[in-house]
């Protein structure tokens, strides 16, 4: 039977690889995907990897019928044998319904991959109605990991590194990133102390605040 899958986790857990690989596997076996996408950091009509793999993608806008799209192509002759969705949590609710009628009344699989929460740790409303909607939720394995070492749960935007919790909700960036606007993946502990990498090095190579008396 036909699937709706939503492929879920943090920031750089490897997500758009995880749909690169599906789409290599299946396009080695003669099967044809439909890939969507939104706001990639590659730019319009991509879906990339932080590996450095590329493919191209039809990009989402706002308003579009994904369910429609695939009958239209469909209808002029073209072939789909299952979706790929990447930057899931960016899609609007209703373009989630339209991915789980592509399953039911197309017959096709689709793969939707995305992040749950922002910055803010609030779930994205994409996000919410794959988690509502889908027949499988999988939680990425391949764990990102905060800077201490711990299992990465939280996504932060950060601005010159230091955390910050109020703006838009989508504000396309990468991990990693110290200028303007960047990301960087936290455990819930320092998401909820708003200590990023930077910050807690800045930390640690601050003067002790009481005298240390010489022995």
Not at 4 to 14: E, I, N, P, Q, R
Not at 85 to 110: K, Y
Not at 118 to 138: T, Y
Not at 163 to 188: H, K, P
Request: proline fraction near 3%; aromatic fraction near 6%; charge should be negative.
């Amino acid at each position: 039977m036909p699937e709706l899958v939503f492929f879920s986790g943090t920031m750089d857990c490897g997500k758009s690889t995880l749909a690169l690989q599906i789409e290599h596997n299946r396009s080695a076996r003669g099967l044809v995907g439909m890939i969507f996408t939104r706001d990639d950091r590659a730019g319009e009509g991509k879906l990339s990897s932080r590996l450095g793999l590329v493919t191209d993608a039809v990009e989402v806008e706002d308003g579009m019928d994904l369910y429609g799209y695939l009958v239209d192509h469909l209808s002029q002759g073209g072939r789909a044998d299952y979706v790929i969705a990447d930057e899931a949590q960016f899609l609007a609710p209703e373009q989630i319904d339209q991915l789980a009628r592509v399953v039911d009344d197309l017959g096709l699989d689709a793969y939707a991959f995305g992040i749950t929460t922002d910055f803010r740790s609030k779930l994205f409303p994409g996000s919410q109605r794959l988690v509502e909607l889908a027949d499988r939720v999988e939680v990425l394995q391949v764990e990102a990991l905060c800077w201490c070492g711990a299992r990465a749960t939280h996504n932060a935007r950060t601005v010159g590194g230091e955390m910050v919790v109020e703006g838009a909700q989508v504000v396309v960036g990468d991990v990693n990133q110290s200028e303007a606007v960047g990301y960087e993946v936290l455990c819930r502990r320092h998401h909820r102390r708003r200590m990023t990498a930077a910050t807690a090095r800045a930390a640690t190579l601050s003067p002790d605040v009481l005298p240390v008396p010489h022995v």
